[in-house]
T-cell receptor
Framework: QKEVEQNSGPLSVPEGAIASLNCTYS??????FFWYRQYSGKSPELIMS????GDKEDGRFTAQLNKASQYVSLLIRDSQPSDSATYLC????????????FGKGTTLSVSS | DAGVIQSPRHEVTEMGQEVTLRCKPI?????LFWYRQTMMRGLELLIY????????DSGMPEDRFSAKMPNASFSTLKIQPSEPRDSAVYFC??????????????FGPGTRLLVL
C-alpha cells in the first residue's frame, strides 16, 4: 500500500462549482496534513494545513480530516479557472521525524 | 525574504558526468529537504537535514547520490556518475522546525535536470 494515495484525475468542474479532492494515508501515527498546489512548471505552494479531526476553513478552501478513517480532503468552493492545477496531499512520516510524504497529486481543471 | 534559492535552474548533461545542484534555504530555517519529482513517481523525498545534520537519507536512490549541508545557509546534492533515469525536477525546501508539529515547508523553484 502506498503511504499517501490520491486519484490522479483529471477532475473537471465548471466555474463556480465545488471541487472535492481526496487523499488517504497509511500511517496511523501521522499528525500533520497539508495540501499543496502546483501549477504546471512551478514549485509546490502550501494552501492548507490541518492537524485535528474536523474541518478547517480558509476563504474558499476547506480541509477536512478524519484520522479514524485515515482520510483527508480539500474542498474548493466557487472554483475559478485560476484554481486549475495539481493538488498534492502531504502527510508527515512519524518515524522519520518531520519529513513529509507526498501523494502523486490530483489534477484539477476548472472550465469557464 | 528571497525565498529558497536553487541553482542552476536548468541543467543538461551527458551520461556519466557529475552534476551538482545547489540550495540556499530561507534564512532562519533549520530544516532542509531535497525532493525529486517525475511524472511516474511524483514528488519523492531524497534526504532531509535538521540543524545541518542528515536525519533521513532513506530516499537517496543509490550511492551515486550524495548530499551535504556544510552550514545553515547552503546545501548541495551531487550525482556522480549521472544516468538518463536521473532526469527529473529536483526541489529543495526549507522549514523552521521547533520540535512540535510540522512547520510549513517552502519550496525553491527547482532544478530541471536532463541527462542525455
Amino acid at each position: 500500500q502506498k503511504e499517501v494515495e490520491q486519484n490522479s484525475g483529471p477532475l473537471s468542474v465548471p466555474e463556480g462549482a465545488i471541487a472535492s479532492l481526496n487523499c488517504t494515508y497509511s500511517d496511523r501515527g501521522s499528525q500533520s496534513f497539508f495540501w499543496y498546489r502546483q501549477y504546471s512548471g512551478k514549485s509546490p505552494e502550501l494552501i492548507m494545513s490541518i492537524y485535528s479531526n474536523g474541518d478547517k476553513e480558509d476563504g474558499r478552501f476547506t480541509a477536512q480530516l478524519n484520522k479514524a478513517s485515515q482520510y483527508v480532503s480539500l474542498l474548493i468552493r466557487d472554483s475559478q479557472p485560476s484554481d486549475s492545477a495539481t493538488y498534492l496531499c502531504a502527510v508527515n512520516r512519524r518515524q522519520a521525524g518531520t519529513a513529509l510524504i507526498f501523494g502523486k497529486g490530483t489534477t484539477l481543471s476548472v472550465s469557464s | 525574504d528571497a525565498g529558497v534559492i536553487q541553482s542552476p535552474r536548468h541543467e543538461v548533461t551527458e551520461m556519466g558526468q557529475e552534476v551538482t545542484l545547489r540550495c540556499k534555504p530561507i534564512s532562519g530555517h533549520n530544516s532542509l529537504f531535497w525532493y525529486r519529482q517525475t511524472m511516474m513517481r511524483g514528488l519523492e523525498l531524497l534526504i532531509y537535514f535538521n540543524n545541518n545534520v542528515p536525519i533521513d537519507d532513506s530516499g537517496m536512490p543509490e550511492d551515486r547520490f550524495s548530499a551535504k549541508m556544510p552550514n545553515a545557509s547552503f546545501s548541495t546534492l551531487k550525482i556522480q556518475p549521472s544516468e538518463p533515469r536521473d532526469s527529473a525536477v529536483y526541489f529543495c525546501a526549507s522549514s523552521q522546525t521547533s520540535g512540535r508539529v510540522m512547520e510549513t515547508q517552502y519550496f525553491g523553484p527547482g532544478t530541471r535536470l536532463l541527462v542525455l
